[in-house]
């Protein structure tokens, strides 16, 4: 039998202690005394292990861990040989800032990364929530103000755009290695008198050039089929059409009758250059720019609204751990 029971010393100290009855002359109660001696052995072993390795997450991220500590916290951490190799990385680009950051320790940042900074689940669940408010506010505020400008200019914008006078496609192949165009010219509504065209080759999905060349109708319809294409002569890449194609602009178009189109004529300045820009080229792009000019100077893209509030959900959960990843990881 064991007794359980407190004696109050001289100190006034309450202290608990265990009798254990003639321990030797009963077998049962010599198991019972040396498993519960053994296990609380494990017990405190258990319990100073843990200590150490908390003890060493409470370090600032300035200090280096001991190798034995290391492993054992790698045991209940994966990841921890990266973490740790990370954070040592940050700490040398931070040297300069070490007051401002030394009162970060290993186990905040460890848990600020895993719960958040890197946690994909916690990024998809900001995201959507942003996305959520940005497309009930567009909707709200920003489509009926860009319908109502589309509207507005787009039988005037249409009617103006050289366009519809004029129709170039590029014809692009390689020969000998060398990439090589001609153009196929068509006149959709009206003989055009004359016309001013701009083209190059642009890395795929451009939406400009610095190094457009700028030919007349006339020179244009020189360069009409494979027996007269212009080749790159100075590009030897049998692959260049995989990763370019050309950009034509039709700048103006004058047709028999002396009837003149142009984006850029007098008549056309009346209409905001972003709705100019969508028409010739509707995108979401060219609409984000009609929202910034037209609606909101200071609107931001889906993307980037959506991105916005992922930081900003990112900086609430630890503002310090937060600009410490974000400036030198």
Known sequence: MIVFFYHIGTAKRAQL????????????LKFCYNFFKWAGVCVGMSFLLSACGSKAMEQTIFSRIDTKEM??????????????EDVQNITRRAVDYQAAYSSITYKE?????????LNTSFRAREESKAGAAFDAEYDRDVRPALELQKRKWGDFVKNHDPNQYLSVEAVTSIWESH??????VREPK???????????????GAKTSSEFETVSLSELRAINNSDNAAIYDGISDPLYWDTH??????????????????????????????????FMNPSQETEDEMARELVNPYFKSRAEYV????????RRANPLCYELLKNYR
């Open 109 to 117: 940042l460890y848990e600020y990364e895993t719960k958040y900074y």
């Open 307 to 314: 991105e916005m509030n992922y930081q900003e959900a990112l």
């Open 245 to 278: 194609e050309m950009l034509i602009v039709i700048n103006r178009v004058e047709l028999m009758d002396g009837s003149v189109y142009s984006l850029n004529d007098a008549e056309m300045r009346q209409v905001p250059a972003s709705v100019r820009a969508y």
């Open 17 to 28: 202690r265990i009798f254990v009855p003639n321990q030797y002359s009963n077998p049962m």
């Open 179 to 184: 990439p090589e165009f001609y153009f196929i």
């Open 71 to 84: 492993e054992k916290l790698a045991k209940s951490k994966s990841d921890f040989y990266v973490f740790y």
């Open 190 to 204: 009206a003989p055009v008198k004359t016309a001013s065209i701009s083209y190059d080759a642009v890395v795929k």
